[in-house]
Each structure stands twice: as structure tokens, then as C-alpha cells.
């Protein structure tokens, strides 16, 4: 069995909303779900597998039973799991944050530090977010920016629709706005940097911590370029390499599962099926496969839109 349809991690953070339950078919009780982690071996929220005889268990249990090469060749220079992938509502603004680079992450959170991209796939009438800033200042004045709550004065605010591609690098300022619903492919961290959170209160009443010192330490003072893949991926960066994919009832699609790399697929519309030569199952919108290393050649049909990721 090399295809496995997993069940996400949920999260509840303040400024999510209900979409991801409503419209991507998350299956999760609570009144906010801010992010689902639909690939995930990070502890702070694991995926579980929900078809055949490992039902039940979690991305990593099966990793360790079957062993590293389910992963494939690309991954066996990871210690750990190599990257995580979320599905985002923001109902309301994320915070102002920054992501450390490897070796800043290492030596300060014992963790990768975090590469990230963004797909948008809905976008409220005006919606945008902030991406780097929108010219260059002096450290100084980035600190004092801090220090006054005027930070968001001198970001850059990119406003986007459906089918944007957002390139996040360490050290880049950035913040999702209000109204958007995002796929996020990352490295396998959860070392996020607060800078900047309007004031807002934890569940436990008081505000919610920030890391000023951290960001000062990684921040780059830059204006945002252009993101423009290197090859013919929709995003392509030494962690990760992502498409698109989008069949109708007349236009199939398939792959071939080598032993380079497992293959990750989110659906993000649609529904239809996955099969290999000797499995098929359903999938709906929402839906995050798992497909071994070396499974071999597997098809998607039916009217689907999804993600694809490797570790290239």
C-alpha cells in the first residue's frame, strides 16, 4: 500500500474563522479553525491516517515502521520530517512575524528555521497582506518602528486574488491579512517571530507574546521582488517543489512516484479519484494524500484541483 489519505491537525488561534469546516471539509468540532495541518510530523500537530490497515495512525508512527525510504533519496539528508502543509483561514489579520533562517533556528529553538509559500485560493474584496517593506530604513529606525506601534506605516501591502503565489524567504517581514484563505507549503517548523499584534489578548486575557530581540536578529530590511520559479514548478527552492494540477472528466492526470521523493497532493476543489495499479479511493476538496516513494505511477481524475509537493 504506497496511498494515504490523512486527517489534519486543527488549530484554533485567535484570528481564524470556520471556512476550512465549511468549505474544504475539515472535520473538526470547534468554533474556530484557523489552520489545518494537513501534512504534518511536527509534534505540535501530527496528521493521522485515516484508510487501510495503518488507519489510526499518525504520518510519523507509519514513517518509523516502514522506514525512512517511503520518503525517498531527496529526504535522507533530514533528521526529521522536512516539511509541513496548512490550510489557512484568516478571518481577521495574522500578526506582524518573521521566520529564522536553519542555522539561527538550530542554534536558538533547537528546530529548521522556515522557507514558506503561499497559494491563495480565496480572497475577500480588497484583501491583502504585507510582504517585506516599501523602502529601505536603518535598523534604528525598524526598532523604533517597534517600540511606537507604527510598524505597518512603512510595509509593503500586496494586495492579491485566487491564484497568487507568495514567496516567504527567512528574514522576510510579512503578515496574512484579513480575508484570505491560503495553502502554506513550509519547511517543518512551527518557530514563528511575533513583532507586531494590534494589541490583541490570548485566550488567557493578556497579550500575546512578542519576540522583539529575535526579530531584530533576523529581519532583513528589504523591499519584496517578484517571486519567479527557476524551472518549470509553480514554486521551486531547495526544500520544496510545488504545482498545480487540474484534471476535468475528459483530462486526467498522472505521475510517476520514483524514488527521488514521496508525493503530497491537496485538493483544493473538486472531487474525483486517485488510483494506482492496485488502489484507488475518493477524494473531495480539503483532502491531503500521501503517496510513498517508489508507489510508481498513480492518476487523479475527475474535476479536481490540487496541490502537488515534492522534496526536490
Known amino acids: 500500500m504506497g496511498i494515504y489519505v490523512l486527517k489534519p491537525a486543527c488549530k484554533d488561534y485567535l484570528w481564524g ?13 470547534g468554533e474556530i479553525c484557523a489552520e489545518a495541518w494537513t501534512l504534518s510530523c511536527h509534534k505540535d500537530g501530527l496528521s493521522i491516517i ?23 533519496k531527496n529526504c535522507l539528508k533530514y533528521k526529521d520530517f522536512p516539511i509541513l502543509i496548512k490550510l489557512i483561514d484568516a478571518k481577521k489579520a495574522l500578526s506582524i512575524q518573521v521566520h529564522p533562517d ?35 530604513i536603518s535598523k534604528e529606525e525598524f526598532e523604533k518602528r517597534i517600540k511606537e506601534n507604527t510598524l505597518t506605516e512603512v510595509l509593503h501591502k500586496e494586495y492579491v486574488k485566487p491564484g497568487d503565489v507568495i514567496f516567504i524567504s527567512p528574514g522576510t517581514l510579512h503578515s496574512i491579512g484579513a480575508g484570505l484563505v491560503i495553502a502554506e507549503i513550509q519547511q517543518s517548523s512551527n518557530v514563528t517571530y511575533r513583532i507586531y499584534d494590534y494589541g490583541r489578548v490570548g485566550a488567557d486575557g493578556k497579550p500575546r ?33 510545488v504545482d498545480k494540477i487540474e484534471t476535468t472528466d475528459s483530462k486526467g492526470y498522472s505521475y510517476n512516484a520514483d524514488d527521488s521523493s514521496f508525493v503530497s497532493i491537496l485538493v483544493t476543489d473538486g472531487e474525483g479519484t486517485i488510483a494506482t495499479v492496485d488502489e484507488l479511493f475518493s477524494i473531495k476538496k480539503g483532502d491531503s494524500v500521501f503517496v510513498e516513494a517508489s508507489t510508481g505511477k498513480f492518476e487523479i481524475t475527475g474535476n479536481i484541483k490540487a496541490v502537488q509537493t515534492i522534496v526536490g
Request: glycine residues 8%.
Open 209 to 241: 507574546q512578542l519576540h522583539i530581540q529575535q526579530s531584530l536578529d533576523v529581519t532583513k530590511i528589504e523591499k519584496p521582488v517578484k517571486y519567479e520559479s527557476p524551472d518549470k514548478h509553480m514554486v521551486s527552492c531547495e526544500f520544496f517543489c
Open 50 to 72: 485515516t484508510n487501510g490497515i495503518n488507519k489510526g495512525k499518525t504520518l510519523s508512527e507509519l514513517i518509523n515502521n516502514k522506514g525512512k525510504e517511503i520518503l525517498g
Open 17 to 29: 474563522g470556520h471556512k476550512l469546516v465549511e468549505k474544504y471539509n475539515v472535520d473538526y468540532s
Open 102 to 136: 536553519d542555522e539561527y533556528a538550530l542554534k536558538h529553538e533547537n528546530q529548521y528555521g522556515k522557507t514558506e509559500m503561499w497559494y491563495v485560493l480565496e480572497a475577500e474584496e480588497g484583501a491583502f497582506l504585507y510582504q517585506g517593506f516599501e523602502e529601505v
